[in-house]
């Protein structure tokens, strides 16, 4: 295992100090937890989400105005604590509630209900939104049910606005159900990701295999295949998400993302298969996005994100200004 740490187990806590150090005018951290808060205060609704580390940017990068109030870092790919998360609420209520943004896997869904259930005890309001995007499998190691993965970025960005326009924490969770219902992504690996307290690859794959599906956590997929083209790996995985819509989209915003150990090129040479498969399905493309935004910490491989935008207000949100790290 090559990797730039000092000790393994307190790899969280040197990243969590050097990020906020590095974007103290942005993001500051909640004193005696693993809670990092945006700087500017502003009289909102409070968005808060969270999980296991790893996944950088995802969560922090996106603390800031426009997008997250607060984040909630746990242990690698390890959800984090309820009194973590309720040490967040409490960080970012003021007065009009704190909406939590959940990916679907059982100790982030376990944990953040606890949460609120804590925090309702000391009367403050908060709901909760499950994101669940990816289609590849419906239940997997971590999970029941769809996992949640790189779409809730997109989540992020659209409650953000309608937090910092106004919204009521019920107009939020409203909100936040549909976006979920019109996000669905897509992942594929190439080489599995190493936990640096593990110091090994969470699974193994052939120098000429890929897998598709597979989740965030390393997750098995639902195929393992030879090494494939660009284009052939963008037919596959554009084909099952225009499927996976009642209505075939007309209007649609597109995510790649990025695992970790995938270089930009190759993630642009992909998205341009993407839009040309989308251009040959009818389908317009009103929004798209490159990067690493939700990550598996050094896998290598991708994951394509379908948003149906026929809702322009949600093009609007996707488009507005932010101050964060990372969007």
């Known amino acids: 295992m090559k990797k730039i740490i000092n000790d393994p187990s307190h790899i969280v806590e040197e990243m969590l100090e050097g990020m906020v150090k590095s974007y103290s005018t942005l993001i500051r951290r ?40 607060a984040a909630v870092l746990g242990d690698v790919f390890t959800s984090p604590t309820p009194d973590q998360i309720e040490a967040a609420i409490k960080a970012v209520d003021h007065g009009q509630g ?69 919204a009521t924490l019920t107009e939020l969770k409203e909100l936040g159900e549909a976006v979920v219902a019109a996000t669905k992504t897509i992942g594929v690996a190439l080489r599995a990701a190493t936990v640096p307290e593990v110091g ?6 052939k120098e000429d295999e890929i897998e598709f599906g597979v989740g965030i956590h390393g997750e098995p997929g639902y195929r393992r295949e030879k090494l494939q083209a660009s284009r052939q790996l963008a037919e596959e995985m554009v084909d099952k998400l225009v499927a996976a819509y009642d209505d075939k989209p007309t209007e649609i915003g597109v995510l790649v993302n990025g695992m970790g150990g995938t270089p930009l090129m190759e993630q642009f040479v992909f998205i341009n298969d993407v839009l040309n498969l ?24 991708l994951s394509l994100t379908f948003i149906d935008l026929n809702n322009t207000a949600w093009l609007e949100a996707l488009n507005t200004d932010v101050t964060t790290i990372s969007w």
Do not use: C, W
């Open 98 to 166: 704190v909406l939590l943004i959940v990916k679907n896997y059982t100790g982030d869904i376990l944990n953040f209900e606890m949460a609120k259930d804590m925090a309702e005890m000391e009367d403050i309001a908060v709901e909760i939104v499950v994101v669940d995007d990816d289609i590849a499998v419906e239940d997997s190691t971590y999970t029941a049910g769809k996992r949640g993965v790189a779409g809730t970025v997109l989540v992020h960005k659209i409650l953000g606005d309608a937090a910092r326009n106004g």
């Open 200 to 205: 090994k690859p969470g699974f193994e794959l």
């Open 278 to 301: 989308l251009a040959d399905h009818g389908i317009n493309v009103t929004f798209h996005k490159v990067g690493n935004y939700m990550t598996s910490i050094d896998m290598q491989g």
């Open 30 to 69: 909640v004193e005696d937890t693993r809670v990092v808060a945006k700087t500017a205060e502003h009289s909102q609704v409070g968005l808060v989400s969270g999980g296991g580390s790893g996944h950088e940017p995802a969560h922090a990068g996106f603390v800031g105005d426009g997008m997250l109030s």
